[in-house]
Nanobody
Framework: QLQLVESGGGLVQPGGSLRLECTAS????????IGWFRQAPGKEREGVSC????????KYADSVKGRFTISRDDAKNTVYLQMNSLKPEDTAVYYC?????????????????WGQGTQVTVSS
């Protein structure tokens, strides 16, 4: 299994921005679709966004379309989630995960390796 590490979470005011990063130290992410998920207290884990292994296809949950952007830099072995216009309902622990499936899966069951998560809190 890959060991993924997320970073970039924190406390931000509504309307603010954060950029999350997902990286792996011992293997390249080139062959994996990478997804971002989030889980708020008392709620199920939900898919936020996914980028294909080639980087030419992306998918977003309806709740974040137009506000979040996923990208990858294979030279840096890193996948990013740029989050703009943040809302209190975006508050959650955010996880990145890797999938060997083609395209842009976005169901947790399709991902075999997960990071430990990073907390994002949107509050005034």
């Amino acid at each position: 299994q890959l060991q993924l590490v997320e970073s970039g979470g924190g406390l931000v005011q509504p309307g603010g921005s954060l950029r999350l990063e997902c990286t792996a130290s011992e293997i390249t992410l080139d062959y994996y679709a990478i997804g971002w998920f989030r889980q708020a207290p008392g709620k199920e884990r939900e898919g936020v966004s996914c980028i294909s292994s080639s980087g030419d296809s992306t998918k977003y949950a309806d709740s974040v379309k137009g506000r979040f952007t996923i990208s990858r830099d294979d030279a840096k072995n890193t996948v990013y989630l740029q989050m703009n216009s943040l809302k209190p309902e975006d508050t959650a622990v955010y996880y990145c995960a890797a999938s060997r499936l083609w395209g842009t899966p976005l169901f947790p069951v399709d991902f075999g390796s997960w990071g430990q998560g990073t907390q994002v809190t949107v509050s005034s």
